[in-house]
C-alpha cells in the first residue's frame, strides 16, 4: 500500500473538521460551559484564587484542569493545580471534553463517523477477513497508526461506547456513568485490535480496545465472523467511500 493511501486512510479528518467546523459541537459545548454545573466550578475556582469570576476565563479554568490532568497522568505529580479541583468539579470537567469529542468526533453527527467507513472498509477487505478464509495468509499482522480523532469515529462506526442516551449540555447527571469515556477508551496512546481466530465452530472474530475485549453491539465478546458480518452488512456493502473521501486532495495533511 502506497503511503499516499495510508494517508487517506488516516488523515481523512481533517477535511471534514474543515469543511463542518462542527457547529452543534460548539452548541453543546457553550451550552455546557455556561450552565450550572461549569459555572459553579467556575465559582469556587474564583472563590479560591480570589479572582474575580469575570476575570477567569473558561479557557483558564480549562488550563488549569488540563495542566493537573496531564501532569499527574504522564509525571504521576500531584501539583498544586489539582487542589483547586474536587473529585465532583473533575468530572464537570472531563464531561465537557467528552462532550466536545461526542459532538465533533463521536455520535453527535453521522457524518462523523461515516468518515470513518473508508478505514472500516479497509478493515474488512484485509486478507483473511475478504476472502474464503483462505490460508496461509499472506499478510498475517496489518498495523496501522494514526491520531484519536481517527479511532473515536471508527470506534462509534462499529457501534462501541455508545450509551442509552446522547451526551448532551443539560444531562450531565445521567451521564455521569458513561460508556463514551474518552481518557478510558483513547488515552494518549489508545489502540483498537481485530483479531480473526480460527476456532472448531468456525472463525471468530474479536475487537480489542486497550487491549481489552470489547463487545460488538449485541454480541458476545468473540463472536462468529459470520455474526460480525451480519451486523454489519449494511455498512459493508453500502457506505460510499468516494463521497466521504471527497476532497481530500485538497488538504495538505
Ligand atoms: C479584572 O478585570 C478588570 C477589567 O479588565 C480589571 O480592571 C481588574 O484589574 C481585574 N482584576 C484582577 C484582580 O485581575
Ligand atoms: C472513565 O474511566 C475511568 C477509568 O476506568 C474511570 O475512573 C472513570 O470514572 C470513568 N468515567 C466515567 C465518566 O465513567
Given at each position: 500500500?502506497?503511503?499516499?493511501?495510508?494517508?487517506?486512510?488516516?488523515?481523512?479528518l481533517?477535511?471534514?473538521?474543515?469543511?463542518?467546523?462542527?457547529?452543534?459541537?460548539?452548541?453543546?459545548v457553550?451550552?455546557?460551559e455556561?450552565?450550572?454545573?461549569?459555572?459553579?466550578?467556575?465559582?469556587?475556582?474564583s472563590?479560591q484564587?480570589?479572582?474575580?469570576?469575570?476575570?477567569?476565563?473558561?479557557?483558564?479554568?480549562?488550563?488549569?484542569?488540563?495542566?493537573?490532568?496531564?501532569?499527574?497522568?504522564?509525571?504521576?505529580?500531584?501539583?498544586?493545580?489539582?487542589?483547586?479541583?474536587?473529585?465532583?468539579?473533575?468530572?464537570?470537567?472531563?464531561?465537557?471534553?467528552?462532550?466536545?469529542?461526542?459532538?465533533?468526533?463521536?455520535?453527535?453527527?453521522?457524518?462523523?463517523?461515516?468518515?470513518?467507513?473508508?478505514?472500516?472498509?479497509?478493515?474488512?477487505?484485509?486478507?483473511?477477513?475478504?476472502?474464503?478464509?483462505?490460508?496461509?495468509?499472506?499478510?498475517?499482522?496489518?498495523?496501522?497508526?494514526?491520531?484519536?480523532?481517527?479511532?473515536?469515529?471508527?470506534?462509534?462506526?462499529?457501534?462501541?461506547?455508545?450509551?442509552?442516551?446522547?451526551?448532551?449540555?443539560?444531562?450531565?447527571?445521567?451521564?455521569l456513568?458513561?460508556?463514551?469515556?474518552?481518557?478510558?477508551?483513547?488515552?494518549?496512546?489508545?489502540?483498537?485490535?481485530?483479531?480473526?481466530?480460527?476456532?472448531?465452530?468456525?472463525?471468530?472474530?474479536?475487537?480489542?480496545?486497550?487491549?481489552?475485549?470489547?463487545?460488538?453491539?449485541g454480541?458476545?465478546?468473540?463472536?462468529?465472523?459470520e455474526?460480525?458480518?451480519?451486523?454489519?452488512?449494511?455498512?459493508?456493502?453500502?457506505?460510499?467511500?468516494?463521497?466521504y473521501?471527497?476532497?481530500?486532495?485538497?488538504?495538505?495533511?
Amino acid at each position: 500500500m502506497s503511503l499516499q493511501k495510508d494517508i487517506s486512510l488516516l488523515c481523512f479528518l481533517k477535511m471534514f473538521v474543515l469543511l463542518l467546523n462542527n457547529k452543534e459541537a460548539v452548541v453543546q459545548v457553550t451550552l455546557f460551559e455556561e450552565g450550572p454545573e461549569m459555572s459553579k466550578v467556575h465559582q469556587r475556582l474564583s472563590d479560591q484564587l480570589q479572582i474575580p469570576y469575570a476575570n477567569i476565563t473558561l479557557g483558564s479554568v480549562e488550563a488549569a484542569y488540563y495542566l493537573c490532568a496531564y501532569e499527574f497522568s504522564i509525571l504521576g505529580l500531584v501539583t498544586p493545580w489539582c487542589k483547586l479541583f474536587d473529585r465532583a468539579e473533575a468530572q464537570v470537567m472531563d464531561y465537557a471534553g467528552d462532550l466536545g469529542l461526542y459532538w465533533k468526533r463521536g455520535y453527535g453527527h453521522e457524518v462523523n463517523y461515516m468518515s470513518s467507513c473508508v478505514l472500516f472498509h479497509n478493515l474488512f477487505n484485509l486478507q483473511p477477513f475478504n476472502k474464503d478464509y483462505s490460508f496461509p495468509v499472506s499478510e498475517v499482522v496489518n498495523v496501522q497508526v494514526g491520531h484519536a480523532e481517527t479511532l473515536i469515529p471508527l470506534m462509534t462506526l462499529l457501534g462501541l461506547f455508545k450509551g442509552k442516551i446522547s451526551l448532551d449540555a443539560n444531562n450531565f447527571a445521567e451521564n455521569l456513568h458513561r460508556p463514551f469515556n474518552c481518557s478510558k477508551n483513547v488515552p494518549f496512546a489508545a489502540n483498537l485490535m481485530a483479531a480473526l481466530w480460527s476456532c472448531p465452530d468456525g472463525f471468530r472474530l474479536q475487537f480489542r480496545v486497550n487491549e481489552n475485549p470489547v463487545a460488538l453491539p449485541g454480541l458476545s465478546y468473540s463472536p462468529l465472523y459470520e455474526e460480525v458480518k451480519k451486523l454489519y452488512a449494511d455498512l459493508l456493502q453500502g457506505c460510499n467511500e468516494e463521497e466521504y473521501q471527497l476532497g481530500l486532495q485538497h488538504t495538505d495533511w
